[in-house]
């Protein structure tokens, strides 16, 4: 290309940066001249608009599967913010965790005979557990080296699937899994109703994306959630200011592992069948490509990046000769708009762009995020 040519490109990549389209403000703007109502509960309004629009389609059952793939995936997102995007701690073998509450409700419901709700809660804690355990010898690793360490022990995880037959059943996976049940009053009388078709989990895994929303939103606006912030922005100065660095990095592991676990419980269900090639590095890759591209931080932007990188890949498969390499280009090009992510915060623009004037010294980010989405 000649320097011309080269001289286009960039003033077309600097015409994109400063288009309305990527300016937050801009975006804003547009955003206030809806009413109130409209700017809360949007995004409810069509998850629950969803199942009607799936039914008047020809694969109606296909494009509810999809639908709850994406809800799994934007969970693992919001679980894994927790630790990339807001205590900073890059986390590559995420998805172990995952794997942990699958094969706990796998287990326990094919040999003991345990319902869902039982399974839950103890996936939860059981993968907070091996949170706390991969947390604790890591402490004193950042970056890189931090990364390293939780990939091996992603891989660990998956090996050990893979071996233990007779725990595991190795290779083969775990077939017969229960489905969710939930007490209902029929003809009959009091029965317990199975909830073992695609239209039926989306409700449910519906109801995990708000709770855990909820969750991961008051956690960022809280203390704790303050103090990752800290402890990602500079370690050594949050603890000379009192913050327990060594407790709430181990929160934050235990927090995002018991997500995955739970919703692994979930995954589980859904397929009704788990095995080891489900929970490779290139999951835990996605799951963090989701984050990034969505906005490191943002609890609503990791929510995006789950809903464009988990459905994209299905909107393009007409294309399937070059549906990767269309998937590819996008995540390129959205990096290169916005580097701080779709829905970033402002503070996190500011640290990429180096534009730091709209920001004030003494502004929290709990400030910006009020100040940002305002209702």
Do not use: H
């Amino acid at each position: 290309m000649n320097g011309s040519g080269m001289a286009r490109v960039l003033r077309c990549v600097k015409f994109c940066r400063m288009s309305p389209l990527f300016m937050r403000s801009q975006f804003d703007k547009w955003v206030s001249l809806l009413p109130v109502p409209v700017r809360r509960y949007w995004l409810l309004g069509l998850a629950l608009l969803l199942p009607v629009l799936v039914q008047l389609t020809p694969q109606p059952g296909y494009l509810a599967n999809v639908a709850v793939t994406i809800s799994i995936y934007m969970v693992l997102a919001m679980g894994l913010n927790i630790v990339v995007g807001m205590a900073g701690l890059l986390d590559l073998g995420y998805i172990a965790f995952f794997a942990v509450g699958a094969y706990t409700m796998a287990i326990c419901s094919t040999t003991l005979g345990w319902s869902f709700w039982i399974i839950l809660p103890f996936a939860a804690g059981l993968a907070a557990l091996f949170g706390v355990l991969l947390g604790a010898p890591t402490l004193p690793l950042r970056g890189d080296y931090l990364a390293i360490v939780t990939l091996g022990f992603g891989e660990i995880i998956r090996i050990a699937l893979n071996n233990l037959g007779w725990l595991t059943n190795g290779p083969q996976g775990i077939l017969g899994i229960a489905s969710p049940t939930i007490p209902w009053i029929g003809p009959g009388g009091f029965t317990w109703l199975s909830l073992d078709q695609p239209i039926q989990i989306y409700f449910v895994s519906l109801g995990f994306v708000a709770l855990i929303y909820s969750v991961t939103q008051r956690l960022k606006n809280s203390r704790v959630g303050r103090a990752w912030v800290a402890i990602r922005e500079d370690e050594i100065a949050a603890e000379a200011m009192g913050i327990d660095t060594v407790k709430l990095k181990l929160l934050a592991f235990a927090s995002g592992a018991a997500i995955a676990g739970m919703i692994g419980v979930l995954f589980a269900s859904q397929l009704t069948f788990v095995a080891p090639e489900s929970f490779t590095l290139i999951e835990s890759v996605n799951v963090l490509a989701m984050v990034v591209v969505g906005g490191m931080g943002s609890v609503p932007g990791a929510i995006l990046g789950a809903l464009l990188l988990g459905g994209l890949p299905e909107v393009l498969r007409d294309f399937a000769e070059y549906r990767m390499l269309l998937f590819g280009a996008a995540m390129v090009l959205v990096m290169l708009l916005r580097p701080q992510g779709l829905l970033g915060d402002e503070r996190r623009a500011a640290e990429l762009t180096g534009t730091t004037e709209t920001i004030q010294a003494d502004e929290t980010a709990s400030d910006i995020e009020r100040r940002n989405l305002r209702v």
